[in-house]
């Protein structure tokens, strides 16, 4: 079964390449997974529901921290919970908080970042996109000379409204939000179960394939996933326990293009594409250690022996191994997650993202002033790895700083040919990068990418 799998994966995968997307076989495979899922859907309930004291608003579960605190912190509180900072998506979410919260708070905070004071620049935490679609900011708001940070006027004139406020400077109540899920007595997160290989009950350890069909033995597949909070959720799984990586259920073709053996599409991806390791499977390190970093994943061989995650649909019956739908996305072309895109000089990034001085490989020129602003959503950190670095020593120079401006404290001064790799990390979830030349002598200079910290 995984041998056809993954040659159905790779037939995929590589169509991507070709973009023929009128495949018989694709479309035979598609009814299959319809049929499968009408069937599930016929035997397993389906009701929403919210665990851990959430209570169930407008198909999201919410919990309401009523303990004033900095935006970060709120952002670290709920995602101890594997949530977000609540998100409001249309006029509905919007009124459903004012009623949620009650009359006796007056302010909570928002899951939302501006890097601009542009609604377009507002990013949601769970990684949803900008707030272009759906705002209710007050007027002449986002306003980002108050501060990044954005909370909800719950009562008085402007109830209902959205205001720009300083992250760290206030103190305020906040709702935490998780997905809803269905009710199921395993380790449940957003309508899935997940197992770790520890508990399934063998050593623990597998090679690629054999884990593949361990979890299809449970009626599910190796982990995939799709979002930061999922991925927090899995390595939660592994705390407090010393298990150095995993296999994820990812598959790779020339470290760039991917796909999931459960046949969802790639919609997120943590891949550290600074690493030199190859192979066609994928595993997640859950360790710092040498070149590898926590929570990014890697390129493995398929024969190394490792732990794994199962993960399977939440309120189904197993009964035998049933089919497994995996046709890979190909819709999704190109992977947006791992094609590195080179921006020129002077730009704003967001992570994932290379970043090379301007006519890299080749050499840059004379009299440049480039600046590079990295970005991550609102949770997280970020991890700038260099690559590969040659400039002439002491002219032209590559500094980084700790925030979106050089008011920040310097984190790094580079020129010649400093030993790579090497990287920094921000404390928030902005950084700045700059390169400046003379006017004489150039050199390849640098590459570099980065990542977000989870
Ligand atoms: C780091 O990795 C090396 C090689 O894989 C391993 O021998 C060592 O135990 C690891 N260190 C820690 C702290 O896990
Ligand atoms: C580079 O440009 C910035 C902003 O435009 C300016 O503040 C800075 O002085 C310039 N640096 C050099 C070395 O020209
Ligand atoms: C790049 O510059 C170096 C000297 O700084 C020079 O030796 C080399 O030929 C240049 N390479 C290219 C491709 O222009």
Redesign the pocket.
Known sequence: MFAKLLTDIIFNVLHRFVKDKTSSLLLEMRQLVHLFAIFAGIFCSSSPVCTNGYSLINNKCLKLFSTSMSHRDAVTTCSENFGTVVTVKNAIDNQAIASFVGTSIRHIWLGLYCFQSDVSQCQWDDASGSASDYSNFAQSFPYTDVGNCVYYAVSGSLAGKWISNDCDGDLRPFICEIPTTIQDSCNNFDGNCYYRSEDIGFGGYQSFEQAQDTCEGLCGNLVSIHSPNELRYVKGLYRNRNTPNIYIGALTVSGKYHSWTDGSSWTFGNVDSSSQQSGMCMMMSLQTNGSLTQDAWYPSDCQAFRSFVCKRKAGTQCVGPTPTPSTPDPSVSPDPYVTPSTPYCNSFLMAPSQLTSPGYP??YTNNLNCSFRLATLGAYRIRLTFNSFNTENNYDKVMVYDGDDSQNSLMGRYSGQPEVPFYLESTGNTMLVTFTTDGS????GFSAYFLSLI
């Open positions: 080749g050499n002598v150039v050199g390849p």
